[in-house]
């Protein structure tokens, strides 16, 4: 079958084209795929999973103040900091560490499942979850008005060791924020979808920019 233009760069213009058409074609399967990745591995917005390095992970709180909800030093705020399972997120049930602090000791049920149970500052225990799967683990602080993910931690000078920060709302709608200091755990590295996301994004410029 014959060419219907006549001009070699009327031809080139179209393979040129159909070449760039194919390779937008992957680049958005490879989006849209990452996509759906990113929404079943991540059931929680803002929210850093993490693992413990020890069998104890302890949460501490230094509330310089002694006033409840005035913020300073590492405080929650008056919020209550909770350990959900990572696979349900803050839809599951929630292991509250409370406002003072605590630490959380982790047990393997040798059934691929792990017990997680809260002890407070008296070494007192105030109940447990069921991980499923893994000891892998969400964080959460509630001001009033539900739960609100981590949305920044920083590694300490100690190893495991890190000041995990929230930012959300309280009751009335008002923008608030509260920290904890974590000890024995570690974040969860970035899951390879994510790679796959920021490939398929960069893609999708590579071929707008080659067609302008």
Request: some cysteine; overall charge negative.
């Amino acid at each position: 079958m014959g060419w219907l233009y006549k001009s070699r760069y009327e031809r080139r213009y179209v393979c040129q084209s159909s070449a760039i058409l194919g390779l937008g074609r992957q680049v958005v399967k490879n989006y849209f795929l990452a996509s759906v990745i990113l929404m079943l591995a991540a059931p929680v917005a803002n929210a850093t999973v993490w693992h413990p390095t020890n069998e104890d992970t302890d949460f501490i709180q230094l509330d310089f103040s002694g006033t409840p909800g005035a913020g300073a030093g590492i405080s929650t705020n008056g919020g209550i900091l909770a350990l959900f399972d990572d696979d349900t997120g803050f839809a599951g049930p929630a292991l509250e560490i409370g406002t003072d602090g605590g630490h959380v000791v982790f047990t393997d049920n040798n059934d691929d499942s792990w017990n997680a149970e809260v002890f407070d500052l008296n070494n007192v225990s105030g109940g447990s979850i069921t991980l499923a799967n893994n000891n892998w683990f969400v964080l959460g602080i509630d001001w009033g008005a539900g739960y609100f993910g981590d949305t920044n931690y920083v590694l300490t000078s100690t190893p495991d060791t890190y000041l995990i920060v929230f930012d959300g709302q309280d009751s009335q709608q008002g923008q608030i924020s509260g920290n904890t200091l974590a000890v024995d755990l570690a974040p969860i590295p970035v899951p390879a979808a994510v790679w796959l996301f920021g490939s398929g994004l960069l893609g999708l410029v590579a071929v707008a920019r080659r067609r302008a």
